[in-house]
């Protein structure tokens, strides 16, 4: 993967071939932002990156023998290290699951923790990065490099370490030269000190809604205002903004229209019908749209307090949102955030869909009208 594979991040790209450039690169690297920033997909780049044989213009060649080993993931220098579960006898290792591993970064490497619980089936069981692990890694940065100028650890998610991380600590601290740890973390609380202050943090910061956009119009070939609804959805998480495309309804605008007039009224076989042609959407497109309303709310929120300059919406939800927060005040706005984030929690836990939207069409009806 070249740095031109990713996503925005042009500042980050730049300090880290910067720090190649002149030779100021710390043995030790933490990644740090939030899911769907593209924090692994930097981090793999970065390591073809440093053992390209023909860097040019920032960025590797993409041809070399190194680079297309890189690409593939097979590079006998890079090696990766990475949430798994016991599903044998013996403790698990990352090396255990590094078909899985190649094949999910193969179809996204902006997967989520969920996403890579799906490909192992692990279903609700919790991953872990084990003591046994950290004795593997320890073992192959003992080796020479084979044929790269740096052996390379990758390590996905730290948080999952524990305590298991001081194992790692010594060489962490004293590596054999040439040697590189990059860790990419979503949650710095989680994360043992001792690590982080055995590390140079690199901030990651979420994409952009132009990034996300353009990347969509260019590589999924929707149209700019599609791409932009969703992007302004997915608060800077192109994994997000992937599964969002996935789902059907995308915007929800006319469906929140809709419903917000039919309970202003209210008209009770309207709602009803609107009711009825919501609830049978999936459970996943209902929790889409219930985010949705609790997004719009917020910009309401926004226009309410006339701070209309930092507020995202599309053309389409301009106007609707401007009118709407009219209706909002000090006291119904956060009632009715808290019903329908209320409304979200108890879809999760599998409430019938009828049910509760028609209740929730009543509660809403009596807060916006009062």
Not at 280 to 290: A, P, Q, T, Y
Not at 304 to 315: A, H, T, W
């Amino acid at each position: 993967m070249k740095f031109a594979d990713i996503i925005g991040q042009e500042k980050v790209k730049k300090q880290l071939t910067k720090s190649v450039e002149n030779k100021k690169l710390s043995h030790a690297l933490m990644f740090l932002g939030s899911e769907g920033n593209g924090a692994l997909a930097l981090a793999i780049a970065f390591a073809q990156y440093i053992n390209c044989e023909n860097k040019t213009n920032g960025d590797s060649c993409g041809e070399c023998p190194s680079c297309n080993k890189s690409s593939k993931y097979i590079h006998p220098d890079i090696h990766f290290s990475y949430p798994v579960i016991k599903k044998e006898t013996k403790p698990p290792i990352s090396l255990d699951y590094i078909k899985e591993w190649r094949k999910a970064l193969t179809e996204d490497p902006y997967l989520s923790y969920i996403d890579w619980l799906n490909y192992m089936n692990f279903e609700n069981k919790q991953a872990n990065i084990t003591i046994d692990e950290c004795h593997s890694i320890i073992k192959t940065l003992s080796l020479k490099a084979f044929e790269g100028n740096y052996k390379v650890v990758i390590m996905w998610l730290p948080e999952f370490l524990g305590k298991n991380g001081n194992t790692l600590l010594k060489i962490i601290e004293e590596p054999s030269p040439n040697t590189l740890f990059i860790f990419v973390a979503y949650d710095r609380e989680s994360i043992l000190n001792t690590i982080l202050s055995r590390t140079q943090i690199i901030p990651v910061p979420k994409l952009s809604v132009t990034d996300i956009t353009n990347k969509l119009i260019s590589g999924h070939n929707l149209t700019e205002d599609v791409a932009n609804a969703i992007g302004l959805l997915t608060d800077g998480n192109y994994n997000e903004a992937l599964r969002l495309m996935d789902s059907g309804d995308i915007t929800h605008f006319e469906s929140f229209a809709k419903w917000m007039r039919s309970c202003w009224n209210p008209d009770m076989v309207e709602v009803y019908n609107w009711v009825s042609d919501n609830a049978d959407k999936g459970r996943e497109n209902i929790k889409d749209f219930l985010l949705y309303a609790l997004r719009l709310l917020r910009e309401c929120a926004l226009f309410g307090f006339g701070l209309q300059k930092i507020s995202k919406v599309s053309e389409k939800e301009n106007e609707f949102v401007f009118k709407f927060s009219k209706r909002l005040n000090g006291q119904n706005l956060p009632k009715l955030y808290e019903i329908i984030n209320q409304a979200y929690y108890h879809i999760e836990r599998n409430a019938n869909p009828k049910i509760l939207f028609f209740d929730l069409s009543l509660q809403v009806h009596q807060l916006i009208k009062n």
